[in-house]
Each structure stands twice: as C-alpha cells, then as structure tokens.
C-alpha cells in the first residue's frame, strides 16, 4: 500500500521510539452521540511520496495481504494476517505460534484446534498446509466451539495419510475422497466451498471430494478451525470468500423518482443521497440511508471511495429504525482513514474499519480518494471487520443487554444505515450486499 507498507531505512526505528503516543480515546461506555458538524479535517500527517523530513519519516509494522486488488473487490478477505494470531482462539493447550507466515504447532497435550472468532455460513477457503510425514491434521468446516462428535458437531476434513479409516481428504465420520491420495510431507493447496449441505475438496487442483450431507446433523454454519493431532503442521495464505451473497442496491431510482430501491432516508436528514455512475452519491449532512429489511446475524460487504481529505462516515448496523430526533442508534463501523504521525498503526478518530467509540481498528489499510471494499460479520455478541480484505477488528460486545447498542449489548435485527456526516460530506457508496446467517 505506497507509503505505509515501505520498511524505512535504519533511522526510523530512532524515530519511532520518540514519537508522540496517540490520543487517549474515550472509554467504551463514553456518550456515542457526536455533534453534527464534528468531522472538522485534521492536518494531514502522512508524508508525501517525496518528502525526506526525518520527523515524518515513521516505521510501521510490516504489513502481510496475499489477496490481489481483483480478489478483494471480488469480495475475498485473509483470515490470517501472516505476522500475528489475531482473530483466531485457542480451545485448548496446542503451542500455535507463528514462524515464516505459517500458522505453526507440533505438540498439544490433547488435539488442539485453533478458531475463527466469527462464524461463516456459505463459502470458498483456500489455504496451503504443510503436515509432517505421519502425522494427523485437519481442517474443520462449520464446527462449533466445542466439537466432541465429529459427525454431529462441524465436517471435519482430515488430513492424515496414514489414518485407518479416515485418510487425507476424508470427512470424518461422513465421505471418502474418490482416491486415495498422499498428502503428507509438503505444501498442498486447498480449495473448499460449503453451499448450504454440499462441500466440494480441491486439492493441488484435483477435486477429490463432492460430499451432500442428507442427514438430519447438517451444519450450515459454523467457526474454521485448524487442527494440530499428531506431527508438526502448518497453515498459511489463509482466505475466504463469502458465498450467497444477496444485492442491497441493485442501482435503480424507484418510480423515476430519487427514492433508491431498497432504502429510505431518514426524517430530518440533511444529506443528499443520490444514484449516479458510481453508485449512491452522498454530500453535506448530518443525514441516514437505511435499508428498508432488517438482518440481525449475517456477514455484509460494501464498498466506499471518500472524495476528499480525512472526511467522515460510516455503515450502521443493527440499527433501530431511524427517526428526526433519533436517526442513529446503531453500531457504526467507521469510515475515516486519517492517522496520527504518519503512522497507519495509530488511527485518528477510531480508524475506517473500527467499531466507533467501542474499539478502534488495529491498523489504517484504506487511502482517501480510493475505493475501499469492507466486510463486517456480526454473529451475537461477536463482531469481526476486514477492510480490504485485511482483519482490522475482532471484538465482543460485554455490555448488558440493550435495545439500543448506543447503550449496551443488541443482538436483535437491525437496519443497514449509510451515513452522510457533516455539510464536509462527499463519498460514494456500492457493492452492497448482505449474506444473513441460516438458523442452525
């Protein structure tokens, strides 16, 4: 990403170590409402692509996406961010470590199975695994926290040449693969899709395994987990589409009108919200767009281009219906894509991709005056952002249970709302569209 991907020369790390620590942001039971006009731009501290100022000059934390542009609009996102284990859990003892951006174990006192935090329900995985000769691995497919039976509680795809029953390419419990195969001792690359009971195995671009499930123990949705058996193992390159997606804004007006299908504004609202070439044109503000459906768990993807510097906005979800005196009580994932000292690991004001005024992104990966495709899952109190396909959030709601999440945990459906911040308001909307999460 230019600039903020650049591992600067020796001196940065000098600088680093004296610049000046964000600021403090308010606590996460602090007021949510803001002042209409809030979104005042700040200096812009990020160095030109010229600029030899030593004091601009700030080494980030390097940066991993094996996901190309194409991919990304096309609506991938890296479940692993190649340095760290953030956004997966450990259900047990297994000595996960990354080494060489590969998810690493080779010893657990009992099988060891490394989670998703959010769940999926219809998707594509690639990944490439890494298992040492005679050893025992797998890969599980829409598991719960827990499993215990692995023909009840996920599709464990197995990985192990020299299981008795279930060798590699197996579903536990459940299918064979059409010929045996050997997978053992070096990198091979998986493809999986789950669409609702059938899954379908590449591997090494063979498909090995076409599998419906018409038993009365169907999964439809559940974590990806990464097991550690028997043996060495590692994972890595980790990515998944998002499949059964359903359009939010098919790009048409209704009734010749600018009413834009789907959706509303809401009373009061200042905004202009209008469909052009690019999609919904949103200027000046305070205002909301909200779908006229309501989704309580689902994953949601949407892209975004901010027409100038530092502005403003964001996508609301769970949102009580809107009116003049209450627009927006919702949760907000931000869209701002300023920083502080040139650094994209310190966002200003909470960062595109954050959870506004309840957890602020983890890094800034977006540009001003570039589209920017996001995909949130939200599955009870557990949210999860990507911001071009990067994992920027992963966080659960612990606050008591509230109607309104300006106030505490919601969990109960919700509108969709875009919102149009301040009269500095200037960005367009497109690609939206919402996959809500099947009953289990």
């Known amino acids: ?14 600088i680093l170590s004296a610049c000046t620590p964000s600021t403090p942001q308010p606590p996460a039971d602090a007021p949510a409402a803001e002042p ?11 160095p030109s692509a010229d ?10 934390s390097e940066y991993f996406n094996p996901l190309t542009t194409e991919e990304i609009r096309a609506g991938w996102i890296s479940l692993f961010d190649g340095e760290t284990l953030f956004g997966w859990t450990a259900s047990n003892d297994a000595n996960w470590t990354v080494t060489d951006k590969a998810i690493h174990a080779d010893s ?13 329900a219809d998707f594509e995985l690639r990944c490439e695994v890494n298992l040492a000769a005679g050893g025992n691995s797998g890969i599980f497919l829409r598991t719960t926290a827990d499993p215990k039976d692995p023909t009840k509680d ?4 197995n990985i192990s040449d020299t299981h008795p029953e279930y060798k590699s390419a197996s579903l536990v419990g459940r299918a064979q693969p059409s010929h045996p195969v050997q997978l053992d001792d070096g990198w091979h690359s998986y493809h999986i899709r789950c669409v609702g009971p059938k899954i379908t195995v590449t591997v090494d671009g063979e498909q090995l395994l076409d599998f419906t499930d018409e038993s009365d123990n169907k999964h439809l949705v559940g974590l990806i987990g990464l097991q550690m058996n028997v043996g060495e193992v590692s994972f890595r390159n980790i990515t998944l589409r998002p499949l059964s997606m359903e359009s ?14 789907g959706w509303h504004v809401v009373p009061g609202s200042k905004s202009e919200f209008v469909v052009d070439e690019q999609g919904i044109h949103v200027t000046n503000g305070r205002g909301f767009l909200e779908s006229d459906k309501t989704y309580d768990d689902f994953v949601f993807q949407a892209a975004s281009i901010t ?9 609301f979800f ?19 894509n300023g920083i502080e000292n040139g650094n994209p690991d310190q966002p200003s004001n909470w960062g595109t991709g954050a959870i506004f005024r309840r957890i602020p992104a983890r890094r800034v990966v977006s540009e001003d005056n570039e589209w920017t495709t996001t995909t949130l899952v939200a599955a009870g109190p557990k949210i999860a952002v990507w911001v071009e396909g990067y994992p920027v959030v992963a966080w659960t709601d612990e606050r008591t249970p509230d109607e309104n999440p300006r106030r505490g945990l919601r969990t109960e459906a919700g509108h969709f709302s875009l919102q149009g911040h301040d009269p500095t308001t200037d960005l367009h909307f497109r690609d939206l569209k919402v996959a809500p999460h099947p009953e289990q």
């Open 154 to 157: 996920c599709y464990e795809l």
């Open 307 to 315: 027409h100038g510097q530092d502005l403003n906005s964001g996508y």
């Open 1 to 14: 990403m230019r600039f903020r991907n650049i591992i600067c020369c020796w001196f940065a790390t000098l």
């Open 36 to 46: 209409a006009n809030s979104s005042a731009a700040k200096p812009d501290n990020r």
């Open 318 to 336: 769970r949102t009580i219906t809107g009116t003049a005196d209450a627009p927006d009580n919702g949760y907000e994932v931000q869209i701002h």
């Open 51 to 60: 600029s030899k100022s030593e004091d601009k000059i700030v080494r980030a």
């Open 248 to 261: 939010l804004f098919d790009g048409n007006v209704a009734n010749n009108e600018n009413i834009i299908s």
């Open 108 to 120: 657990a006192t009992s099988p060891g199975l490394l989670l998703t935090y959010v769940p999926f």
